[in-house]
């Protein structure tokens, strides 16, 4: 069937269960993907190319082993329906350039940013290009202080971080345990924990996919983690 307007298909991504809302990023984790959902009704196949500084993409959300994702190739659409799996890149520049954007608690987002182009071949060799943006971000880095060291103990290497297009979390790692009232190493170990999992639904919530967080610890902050 030949395509004639811009309208005639979409590329969507898939929805977060926790907002109802899309997924507008994915974080550079190596182990998370986003589905794009395909919709061209009277269309059987369509082609898609990514830059490879970009990502690529794969017919599966998880790659399996010998599997190998691409930066172009061709989707089979069924009913005009198909889907390909988005997944962002293993590793950004430290020269590439950042963009952004806030999310809640008056907190900045550091991401990047690509376009997959699609394309529908119609009859008569009349083809129609459709532009993805596709965005992703840095691992959020925790930086975990030793004995007798405060969250100031990582500012300098925070700042640098930052500066690189990272997101990163300082804590005073002083909490006590409930049952013996001591500051022991397993206190600590549940309050790291806590602020994992806090920083994952908040950027959960802000719609970044994402499924693990990196450590940089120091010393007691290596037991804790």
Same mark, same amino acid.
């Given at each position: 069937?030949?395509?004639?307007?811009?309208?005639?298909?979409?590329?969507?991504?898939?929805?977060?269960? &926790?907002?109802?809302? =899309?997924? +507008?990023?994915? *974080?550079?984790?190596?182990?998370?993907? @986003? !589905?794009?959902?395909?919709?061209?009704?009277?269309?059987?196949?369509? &082609?898609?190319?990514? =830059?490879? +500084?970009?990502? *690529?993409?794969?017919?599966?959300?998880? @790659? !399996?082993?010998?599997?190998?994702?691409?930066?172009?190739?061709?989707?089979?659409?069924?009913?005009?329906?198909?889907?390909?799996?988005?997944?962002?890149?293993?590793?950004?520049?430290?020269?590439?350039?950042?963009?952004?954007?806030?999310?809640?608690?008056?907190?900045?987002?550091?991401?990047?940013?690509?376009?997959?182009?699609?394309?529908?071949?119609?009859?008569?060799?009349?083809?129609?290009?459709?532009?993805?943006?596709?965005?992703?971000?840095?691992?959020?880095?925790?930086?975990?202080?030793?004995?007798?060291?405060?969250?100031?103990?990582?500012?300098?290497?925070?700042?640098?971080?930052?500066?690189?297009?990272?997101?990163?979390?300082?804590?005073?790692?002083?909490?006590?345990?409930?049952?013996?009232?001591?500051?022991?190493?397993?206190?600590?170990?549940?309050?790291?924990?806590?602020?994992?999992?806090?920083?994952?639904?908040?950027?959960?919530?802000?719609?970044?996919?994402?499924?693990?967080?990196?450590?940089?610890?120091?010393?007691?902050?290596?037991?804790?983690?």
């Amino acid at each position: 069937k030949d395509i004639t307007t811009p309208q005639a298909a979409t590329f969507d991504m898939e929805v977060n269960p &926790s907002t109802n809302q =899309k997924w +507008e990023y994915a *974080s550079c984790d190596g182990a998370g993907s @986003l !589905k794009i959902l395909i919709s061209a009704p009277g269309v059987s196949s369509v &082609s898609y190319y990514l =830059k490879g +500084e970009n990502g *690529s993409l794969s017919k599966n959300p998880a @790659l !399996k082993f010998n599997e190998q994702s691409s930066e172009k190739g061709e989707i089979t659409l069924i009913n005009g329906k198909g889907e390909i799996y988005y997944h962002p890149p293993y590793s950004i520049s430290e020269e590439r350039q950042y963009t952004t954007g806030s999310i809640p608690g008056g907190r900045t987002l550091r991401f990047y940013s690509g376009d997959i182009t699609f394309t529908i071949a119609g009859a008569g060799g009349n083809k129609q290009e459709y532009k993805k943006e596709v965005k992703f971000c840095r691992v959020p880095v925790f930086l975990i202080h030793g004995f007798t060291g405060d969250k100031s103990t990582w500012e300098e290497l925070g700042k640098m971080l930052n500066q690189k297009g990272f997101m990163t979390n300082r804590e005073n790692y002083y909490a006590v345990n409930e049952l013996t009232g001591s500051m022991d190493i397993a206190a600590q170990a549940f309050f790291l924990g806590d602020k994992i999992n806090e920083e994952l639904k908040v950027l959960q919530n802000a719609n970044v996919k994402l499924s693990k967080v990196d450590l940089v610890c120091h010393s007691l902050g290596g037991l804790m983690a």
